[in-house]
């Protein structure tokens, strides 16, 4: 355990360096940005261990992994973020332990959280996911809403019961566009965040990046990045 410790501490001020550097480098101030630590298939011993290192936002993106994580982590003070695609029929689970679920990409995913969080007397913040490889009424590959059903999504979360509407997350496309441009996709994504603060001045959390762009993502503007593999290692093979 010490020796992990060790490894997870290293990683983590080297993922510290890259964030502090792409801060400084934008001519942003290092609290601008806040890490959360995507730790999906990897143990509540991890999760512990970050946390003793000053982590206290983690992300995960199966269900099935993260209820019994986070159940086991209840006593540590962690915000924890869904960031995978969502089925309806985990969304009770994910509404008893998720702060903010940033995968919100349907309208009958909202009305189900909303529901859900009722019955659980939670808050939960949402963020829209923009797919900026879809076509107008479409779903990205990796999920998300095509850019022009943003507005709609994000009316709708921030006029249902027990939903707070915080802003808008997006992943690198890997086809149209914007692929192999990260830095242009986050910059997009931030155009998009500026059009609905105007309507939603509160809806300012931009999450954008990931351990192998999270320089892009930073620059952009980008005030979450998700960094597993740079933090935790090389993600075990899933069974």
């Known amino acids: 355990m010490t020796d992990r410790r060790?490894?997870?501490?290293?990683?983590?001020a080297?993922?510290?360096?890259?964030?502090?550097?792409?801060?400084?480098?934008?001519?942003?101030?290092?609290?601008?940005?806040?890490?959360?630590?995507?730790?999906?298939?990897?143990p509540a011993d991890d999760v512990r261990l970050l946390h003793e290192l000053?982590?206290?936002?983690?992300?995960?993106?199966?269900?099935?992994d993260a209820a019994p994580k986070a159940a086991a982590c209840a006593d540590l003070d962690l915000t924890w973020h869904?960031?995978?695609?969502?089925?309806?029929?985990?969304?009770?689970?994910?509404?008893s332990y998720a702060d903010i679920v940033q995968s919100v990409d349907r309208l009958r995913l909202v009305s189900a959280l909303s529901a859900a969080a009722e019955r659980a007397e939670r808050e939960l913040g949402c963020l829209v996911q923009v797919a900026l490889d879809a076509e107008s009424g479409q779903q990205g590959a990796r999920g998300g809403v095509a850019p022009d059903g943003i507005e709609e999504l994000a009316a709708a979360i921030a006029d249902s019961p027990g939903l707070r509407l915080d802003g808008l997350m997006t992943v690198a496309p890997l086809a149209g566009p914007y692929a192999g441009r990260q830095q242009a996709a986050f910059?997009?994504?931030m155009e998009f965040s500026s059009g609905l603060r105007v309507v939603h001045p509160a809806a300012n959390m931009v999450s954008a990046g990931m351990s192998a762009?999270?320089?892009?993502?930073?620059?952009?503007?980008?005030t979450h990045v998700r960094v597993g593999t740079a933090v935790l290692g090389v993600r075990p093979r899933l069974g």
């Open 213 to 222: 762009d999270l320089e892009q993502a930073v620059a952009a503007g980008a």
């Open 187 to 189: 910059e997009r994504l």
């Open 54 to 64: 000053g982590v206290r936002n983690v992300a995960e993106n199966r269900d099935q």
């Open 82 to 95: 869904f960031v995978g695609q969502l089925q309806t029929n985990k969304v009770r689970s994910v509404a």
């Open 14 to 42: 080297k993922v510290e360096e890259r964030i502090a550097a792409a801060c400084a480098a934008a001519g942003r101030a290092r609290d601008e940005v806040t890490l959360i630590v995507v730790t999906k298939t990897y």
């Open 6 to 12: 060790t490894e997870l501490a290293e990683n983590l």
